[in-house]
């Protein structure tokens, strides 16, 4: 793991690099993934920098929800019911989801 230089670009990493923000860690999201996070991001299909911040505060969000309901790990579909995840379509957003 290492921070960007002033130099480099967030949407050009390099073959063997994957771009993730800090701020998402400060949701709640720990590396390794946590299993159903895990799943839920294979079944969406983006790459982690894909996701803006406000999409892990929801996924977590929901995780930490069934957590304390006792219902286990919520599924792709549990969680795309409860959320629509579309592409941005503003162009100083980049792709992201």
Known sequence: M????PTES?????DDEVV???DVLLQGVR???????QRILAQIGYALGQ???N???ALIGVIAVFNIAEEGEPSYEQFSYLYSITRSKSADHGGWV
């Open 2 to 5: 290492r921070i960007l230089t």
């Open 10 to 14: 967030l949407s050009k990493p390099k």
């Open 20 to 22: 993730f923000f800090t």
């Open 31 to 37: 590396l390794p993934l946590q299993l159903a996070v």
């Open 51 to 53: 996701y803006n911040p």
């Open 55 to 57: 999409f892990w505060v």
